[in-house]
């Protein structure tokens, strides 16, 4: 389970909402907005997450949500999504099974252990720890609809200019 509440406040929304703390530097490392891009495709992804890849891709970069120096996370989302449908597509194989076998459709989910106990099938233990890798990854670009709201796009406009910190303009006869 994540942290309850909602997200913390960038520092720079923080110095201006008067919320009263120990005073601190002021980080602007919330203020960095990379330059929109794709990254390029790791050639070590298989082949499910290659085509994952190649469908959400082009989604992120008309939101403004992609830039190069995504590619790990992206490629970790790939990853697991890409396993989960091979977890999945075992996990139904072994459903056709029994169900040939003339068992019930959720016994595939379990195991006969040699000590005769009946446990959760390590498959169906997999295909929910990937179900959760990816819905985390998920959260990571906003591509829930929980997480859409906590997600930014990149503007790519450069350093966010405080008040106080605008561009010297030339003073003289004539400036305001």
């Given amino acids: 389970m994540g942290q309850r509440g909602p997200k913390p406040l960038p520092s720079n929304v923080r110095a201006f909402t008067g919320m009263r703390r120990a005073l601190r530097a002021a980080d602007l490392s919330d203020g960095v907005h990379p330059e929109v891009g794709l990254p390029p495709i790791p050639t070590w992804l298989c082949a499910e997450a290659r085509k994952e890849w190649k469908r959400i891709t082009p989604e992120l970069l008309a939101l403004g949500l992609m830039t190069r120096l995504d590619q790990a996370a992206l490629s970790l989302y790939c990853q697991a999504y890409g396993r989960l449908q091979q977890v999945e597509r075992a996990l139904a194989g072994r459903v056709s099974t029994v169900k040939a076998d003339g068992k019930e459709a959720a016994e595939a989910l379990l195991t006969m252990m040699p000590s005769g106990i009946v446990r959760e ?53 004539g400036a305001l």
């Fill in 121 to 173: 099938s390590v498959l169906s233990r997999m295909a929910a720890d990937l179900r959760s890798q990816v819905d985390r990854h998920l959260a990571a670009f906003g591509l829930s609809p929980s997480a859409r709201s906590r997600v930014t796009a990149s503007r790519n406009d450069g350093q966010i200019n405080l008040p106080g910190m605008e561009e010297d303009k030339p003073r003289g006869f």
